[in-house]
């Protein structure tokens, strides 16, 4: 193989190489962001009721209103 050719493949795998650091590194900053804004609207934005422990299990519970005991089960 020519040293011109070997020249060729060095730089274009260097390319390639950077190429994809730079994706890497996109990917990491996007999630990053990502993760800062659902944490700011987590706390600027809290769901409303509370948590409750049901049978070792974590439900979020949402009472409103009065009178005899309505159970209303929505799944999301």
Known sequence: MSSKKRGCL???GVA???LALLLI???TLTWFQGSRAKAALRAKYP???QMVDVG???MHLY???SGSP???V???
């Open 10 to 12: 060095k730089w274009g």
């Open 16 to 18: 390639l190489g950077g």
């Open 25 to 27: 590194a996109l990917l």
């Open 47 to 49: 769901p409303p009721g």
């Open 56 to 58: 070792g299990y974590k």
């Open 63 to 65: 009472c409103l209103g």
């Open 70 to 72: 309505t159970v209303v």
């Open 74 to 76: 929505e799944a999301r």
